[in-house]
């Protein structure tokens, strides 16, 4: 019996563990978004380029007003780019770490490794707020990505 259970409880780590796949040149970054010039939140999915873009969208970036996470913000988007997306929601809360990027042909998978098990009983979790970060030297046709959000 006990080589039973210890077959049964290494499968499950090997099988259960979480295979999170970041493309190089890619960062995820917990996000607030301002929504001023927005309808909803659905109309987020979208890059942003300057500071001036970001500053219409973003109020705070892990924790800390844009300009605190990124004091340097104009010689940072000479170099980088973001997506800012949400995700999660409904039954469990998005966490940063559960995110994966893929590259394949020409599409960007924003990918969520969501939780399997069955919803609790305990109402509806708001989905999350995330910025993808590209490397623009690495991604220079990043405009020409669709960028599709899944679940796994």
Same mark, same amino acid.
């Given at each position: 019996? $006990?080589?039973?259970?210890?077959? =049964? /409880?290494? *499968?499950?780590?090997?099988?259960? +563990? ?15 978004? @301002?929504?001023?010039?927005? *309808?909803?939140?659905? #109309? @987020? ?8 873009? *970001?500053?219409? %969208? ?20 000479? $170099? ?5 997306? @949400?995700?999660?929601?409904? +039954? ?6 559960? =995110? %994966? @990027?893929?590259?394949? #042909? /020409?599409? =960007? ?7 399997? /098990?069955? +919803? !609790? ?10 910025? &993808?970060?590209? #490397?623009? /030297? &690495?991604? !220079? ?7 599709? &959000?899944? $679940?796994?």
């Amino acid at each position: 019996m $006990n080589k039973f259970a210890l077959i =049964l /409880s290494t *499968a499950f780590i090997i099988f259960g +563990c979480k295979n999170k796949t970041l493309e190089k040149g890619t960062n995820f970054r917990e996000a607030m978004f @301002t929504y001023n010039d927005y *309808a909803s939140e659905s #109309d @987020t999915n979208q890059w942003i380029t300057n500071s001036v873009e *970001a500053g219409k %969208s973003i109020k705070e970036i892990d924790g800390k007003l844009l300009t605190q996470a990124i004091p340097d913000i104009d010689s940072y988007y000479n $170099n980088k780019v973001q997506y800012i997306f @949400t995700f999660g929601g409904g +039954c469990y809360n998005g966490e940063i770490d559960e =995110l %994966s @990027t893929v590259f394949k #042909d /020409s599409v =960007l998978y924003i990918i969520w490794d969501a939780p399997k /098990s069955p +919803c !609790p009983k305990v109402g509806e979790r708001s989905s999350r707020q995330a910025i &993808l970060e590209i #490397d623009k /030297s &690495l991604y !220079p046709n990043y405009r020409k990505l669709k960028v599709e &959000l899944t $679940n796994r």
